[in-house]
């Protein structure tokens, strides 16, 4: 998300990893099964009981931010582990009173989540599987940026989508030196990505990063067409997940519009080849 979809890193050379408890055991493979070539190296599969995420490996903003016109406030009572296997960030519109979006008034309430300080990664495969909200003025995104924050422009948009386009995602990248490419994904037969759980992913190598929707790939930016210094993609990123309202991009919600809106999450994965050693 620019100045503020979901994400499968793969690549086929090593990939370098980056934690903050390095000595930690590898987490458990998921249900489905690791993917052959790959070794899990990180992921939440969201089966704890109800509540908030794990602060092991998630922080949560508790601010409005301001990022590109938004008018949402990000509070943590907005996202919970629902104890069925999956992450809820809910958007609403009831309880946006008392918080402050100085110099505009917040239109509702969300919530955003991010890895860093606790898991970051250069390369690799990252997935998340997520059904997505609708309507005018939603704008939930699954995305990393350089760590450490603040460090940088760069900036992969894994998955965003706006509401008003039911059966649209995006995969961008931006980087240095005014490097930004979007690509878009539409779901054939009139289908809807509010209508059932999708995979988003980004197979991230060293010479080109490819967007993926349920394994498939629709694009594939390659850093020989980037300009001289723009490609910013050759150290760690953390990753995050946010439901935003509003912006330069989707515009603000308006009568068509209903709330409450839920972004759920079944699963996060990152994995690295399995050639490449622990760390």
């Known amino acids: ?28 493979p998921p249900a489905a099964g690791v993917p052959a070539g790959w070794r899990l190296v990180w992921s939440d599969e969201f089966d704890g009981p ?14 409005h931010l301001g990022y590109n016109n938004e008018l949402e406030y990000y509070t943590p009572r907005n996202a919970v582990v629902d104890g069925q296997g999956r992450l809820v960030i809910t958007a609403r519109s009831d309880d946006a ?3 402050d979006c100085s110099p505009r008034v917040c239109a509702a309430t969300s919530a955003r989540l991010f890895t860093a300080g606790k898991f970051e990664q250069r390369y690799g495969r990252v997935e998340a599987r ?29 998955m965003e989508h706006l509401g008003r386009e039911p059966d649209t995602v995006h995969g961008s990248l931006h980087g240095e030196q005014g490097y930004d490419v979007q690509n878009s994904y539409r779901l054939p037969d009139g289908g809807r990505f509010a209508d059932d759980f999708h995979v988003f992913a980004a197979d991230w190598h060293p010479d080109r990063i490819s967007f993926l929707v ?66």
């Open 1 to 28: 998300m620019a100045g503020a979809l979901v994400l499968t890193f793969a690549v086929a050379v090593a990939a370098t990893l980056y934690a903050v408890s390095p000595d930690e055991p590898e987490p458990a």
């Open 50 to 63: 109800a509540g908030p995420p794990d602060p092991a490996k998630w922080n949560l903003v508790d601010d």
């Open 97 to 99: 009173g008392g918080h």
């Open 130 to 158: 997520i059904k997505l909200p609708e309507g005018q003025g939603m704008w939930p995104a699954f995305w990393a940026r350089r760590s450490p924050q603040g460090s940088g422009r760069g900036e992969i948009d894994i």
């Open 214 to 279: 349920d394994g498939q790939v629709y694009a594939t930016e390659r850093k020989a067409d980037a300009p001289p210094g723009g490609w910013d993609f050759d150290v760690p990123y953390y990753l995050l997940l946010n439901l935003a309202v509003g912006g330069d991009w989707p515009g603000p919600p308006d009568e068509t519009t209903r709330f409450p809106q839920q972004m759920i999450v079944d699963h996060v994965r990152v994995y690295a080849a399995a050639t490449d050693p622990p760390r």
